[in-house]
């Protein structure tokens, strides 16, 4: 089962869009799991002006991106 982190904001359009588009892609091996940028100071460092940030192991996919990216970054 692959996992993806999902690096959101409160009230974010953009993030609601994001995940729209995850829920459409309707991928069974997937666990979601969405953090606030301001979880950590790490976080929202790296990603404050970049969210929706999509996170898998040691990379990122930050926005804007659109379905075929997201495939592309969940099954690499």
Request: charged content about 30%.
């Amino acid at each position: 089962m692959t996992e993806i982190i999902l690096i959101t904001g409160q009230d974010c359009p953009l993030c609601q869009e994001a995940r729209e588009k995850l829920n459409s892609l309707n991928l069974y091996d997937l666990t979601l799991l969405e953090k606030d940028v301001y979880a950590t100071r790490e976080i929202h460092n790296k990603y404050w002006d970049k969210i929706p940030v999509l996170l898998k192991e040691d990379r990122d996919l930050c926005w804007p991106f659109n379905s075929e990216e997201i495939k592309e970054f969940i099954l690499s």
